[in-house]
T-cell receptor, first 108, second 116 residues
Framework: RKEVEQDPGPFNVPEGATVAFNCTYS??????FFWYRQDCRKEPKLLMS?????NEDGRFTAQLNRASQYISLLIRDSKLSDSATYLC?????????WGAGTKLIIKP | DVKVTQSSRYLVKRTGEKVFLECVQD?????MFWYRQDPGLGLRLIYF???????EKGDIPEGYSVSREKKERFSLILESASTNQTSMYLC???????????????FGNGTRLTVT
């Protein structure tokens, strides 16, 4: 079992829809959680950290479920510019473990 | 704005060649990292450095070495390139990394290396 797993997608979603995807992690002692965004042929960039109580940044909401060991990312009112690969990152034992990413395609 | 610069965007080398990938950051970050990214796999850490002349092995150090002679520069060296080292190589830096550090990683725009 991979330490951090994501559905690779692609998720094909119409513009304006709400989309959510999860990321599961295997180490229950994981300390911190992040979502990065990677556009095609570009480098990853931090989208948001994920806090225990859940957090929101505009149209993006991140949640952490420690009991079931997953984090989620919800995107509301999706835009064409949201098309990207979303990488889940988990900090375990002071190391960052990266998921392979979920590809999101927003269609007009 | 943090800038991490990788010396080459695309590189084609022959099997057995020695390859140098250079990375420079301009934000006085202590930590620097080299990753490779392959389809279907997450970013995999090759080496990282938390200070000048310091280096730590990541998950897949075999076939690679690194050098950090100056704080702003972190070099990745493929001593004898092989075809299975064909990949996208990403350099990153961060202000802090550790028990309390949640500083984001700032990435360079990558070097796509092809070994033939």
């Amino acid at each position: 079992r991979k330490e951090v797993e994501q559905d690779p997608g692609p998720f094909n979603v119409p513009e304006g829809a709400t989309v959510a995807f999860n990321c599961t992690y295997s180490n229950s002692a994981s300390q911190s959680f992040f979502w990065y965004r990677q556009d095609c042929r570009k480098e990853p960039k931090l989208l948001m950290s994920v806090y225990s109580s859940g957090n929101e940044d505009g149209r993006f909401t991140a949640q952490l479920n420690r009991a079931s060991q997953y984090i989620s990312l919800l995107i509301r009112d999706s835009k064409l510019s949201d098309s990207a690969t979303y990488l889940c990152v988990v900090k375990s034992n002071y190391q960052l473990i990266w998921g392979a990413g979920t590809k999101l395609i927003i269609k007009p | 704005d943090v800038k991490v610069t990788q010396s080459s965007r695309y590189l084609v080398k022959r099997t057995g060649e020695k390859v140098f990938l250079e990375c420079v950051q301009d934000m006085d970050h202590e930590n620097m990292f080299w990753y490779r990214q392959d389809p279907g796999l997450g970013l995999r850490l090759i080496y990282f450095s938390y200070d000048v002349k310091m280096k730590e092995k990541g998950d897949i150090p075999e076939g690679y070495s690194v050098s950090r002679e100056k704080k702003e520069r972190f070099s990745l060296i493929l001593e004898s390139a092989s075809t299975n080292q064909t990949s996208m190589y990403l350099c990153a830096s961060s202000f802090s990394f550790g028990q309390v550090g949640n500083s984001p990683l700032h990435f360079g725009n990558g070097t796509r290396l092809t070994v033939t």
